[in-house]
Protein backbone atom coordinates (compact mmCIF):
# COMPACT_ATOMS: atom_id res chain seq x y z
CA UNK A 1 0.00 0.00 0.00
CA UNK A 2 1.24 3.31 -0.55
CA UNK A 3 2.89 5.77 2.13
CA UNK A 4 0.03 7.60 4.04
CA UNK A 5 0.81 11.11 4.72
CA UNK A 6 0.16 13.27 7.67
CA UNK A 7 -1.57 16.56 6.56
CA UNK A 8 -4.40 18.61 4.99
CA UNK A 9 -3.57 17.79 1.45
CA UNK A 10 -2.01 13.97 2.35
CA UNK A 11 -5.79 12.82 0.98
CA UNK A 12 -5.74 14.25 -2.02
CA UNK A 13 -2.27 13.74 -2.97
CA UNK A 14 -2.90 10.57 -2.43
CA UNK A 15 -5.50 10.19 -4.52
CA UNK A 16 -3.63 11.82 -7.32
CA UNK A 17 -0.79 9.79 -7.07
CA UNK A 18 -2.84 6.55 -7.41
CA UNK A 19 -4.62 7.91 -10.71
CA UNK A 20 -1.17 8.55 -12.16
CA UNK A 21 -0.48 4.65 -11.37
CA UNK A 22 -3.42 3.85 -12.48
CA UNK A 23 -3.21 5.55 -15.76
CA UNK A 24 0.12 4.09 -16.61
CA UNK A 25 -1.59 0.63 -17.04
CA UNK A 26 -4.21 1.55 -19.38
CA UNK A 27 -3.72 0.62 -23.00
CA UNK A 28 -4.80 3.68 -25.18
CA UNK A 29 -6.29 2.89 -28.78
CA UNK A 30 -4.26 3.25 -31.73
CA UNK A 31 -4.69 6.32 -33.92
CA UNK A 32 -6.39 3.38 -36.38
CA UNK A 33 -8.98 2.01 -33.66
CA UNK A 34 -10.20 5.07 -32.47
CA UNK A 35 -10.75 6.47 -36.06
CA UNK A 36 -12.25 3.65 -37.14
CA UNK A 37 -14.47 3.93 -33.55
CA UNK A 38 -15.31 7.89 -34.28
CA UNK A 39 -16.57 6.31 -38.01
CA UNK A 40 -18.72 4.00 -35.82
CA UNK A 41 -20.65 6.85 -33.72
CA UNK A 42 -20.88 9.26 -36.86
CA UNK A 43 -22.43 6.73 -39.01
CA UNK A 44 -24.80 5.16 -36.01
CA UNK A 45 -25.54 9.05 -34.93
CA UNK A 46 -26.31 9.59 -38.52
CA UNK A 47 -29.00 6.69 -39.07
CA UNK A 48 -30.06 7.03 -35.80
CA UNK A 49 -30.97 10.46 -36.62
CA UNK A 50 -32.96 9.66 -40.40
CA UNK A 51 -34.53 6.65 -38.59
CA UNK A 52 -36.53 9.11 -36.13
CA UNK A 53 -37.04 11.97 -38.18
CA UNK A 54 -38.73 9.52 -40.76
CA UNK A 55 -40.90 7.63 -37.58
CA UNK A 56 -41.68 12.05 -36.75
CA UNK A 57 -42.90 12.54 -40.21
CA UNK A 58 -45.31 9.62 -40.76
CA UNK A 59 -46.24 9.51 -36.74
CA UNK A 60 -46.90 13.35 -37.98
CA UNK A 61 -48.62 12.27 -41.21
CA UNK A 62 -50.87 10.26 -39.66
CA UNK A 63 -52.04 12.06 -36.72
CA UNK A 64 -52.76 15.00 -38.75
CA UNK A 65 -55.04 12.73 -41.22
CA UNK A 66 -56.93 11.16 -38.42
CA UNK A 67 -57.33 14.84 -36.86
CA UNK A 68 -58.95 15.52 -39.92
CA UNK A 69 -60.96 13.38 -40.85
CA UNK A 70 -62.43 13.63 -36.96
CA UNK A 71 -63.65 17.10 -37.71
Not at 7 to 30: C, D, H, I, M, S
Not at 32 to 40: H, S
Request: glycine fraction near 8%.
Amino acid sequence: MAEEKKGFFAGPVNYFNEVKQELKKVTWPTKGELYGATIVVVAVTILLSVALGLTDMTMAFVLEHVMAKSL
